[in-house]
């Protein structure tokens, strides 16, 4: 059975910066394409960063172009994603996921619907 466990989330000031992890166990299907996605209070579960297998592609959602960096430690089985220049607008609820049937990113890329395994999230508060 597939564990996914997030961590790193907290409380930052706006322009602050936080890096979120998520180890992922349990996996028959060695190194998938995996993502995070992130929930507001009121809103639908989007799509916030997504990496291939071996990390050679990777998706953002506009939001974050050149804010925020993914990466992975297959080695380790864990995802990464770096958040700088936070804003009030990132607070949300995290979650990463896995794609179960893909290596590399879909077309289009990062949709929930193409993901699971959903973890019980890190909380990310960016005060203003």
């Known amino acids: 059975q597939v564990q996914v466990v997030e961590s790193g989330g907290g409380l930052v000031q706006a322009g602050g910066s936080l890096r979120l992890s998520c180890t992922v166990s349990?996996?028959?299907?060695?190194?998938?394409?995996m993502g995070w996605f992130r929930q507001a209070p009121g809103n639908e579960r989007e799509g916030v960063s997504c990496?291939?297998?071996?990390?050679?592609?990777?998706y953002y959602v506009d939001s974050v172009k050149g804010r925020f960096t993914i990466s992975r430690d297959n080695a380790k089985n864990t995802l990464y994603l770096q958040m700088s220049s936070l804003k009030p607008e990132d607070t949300a609820m995290y979650y990463c996921?896995?794609?179960?049937?893909?290596?590399?990113?879909?077309?289009?890329?990062?949709?929930?619907?193409?993901?699971?395994?959903w973890g019980q999230g890190t909380q990310v508060t960016v005060s203003s």
């Open positions: 349990g996996l028959t299907f060695d190194q998938p394409a």
């Open positions: 996921a896995v794609d179960f049937h893909r290596y590399y990113l879909r077309t289009p890329s990062c949709r929930e619907a193409d993901f699971g395994g």
């Open positions: 990496i291939s297998w071996n990390g050679g592609s990777t």
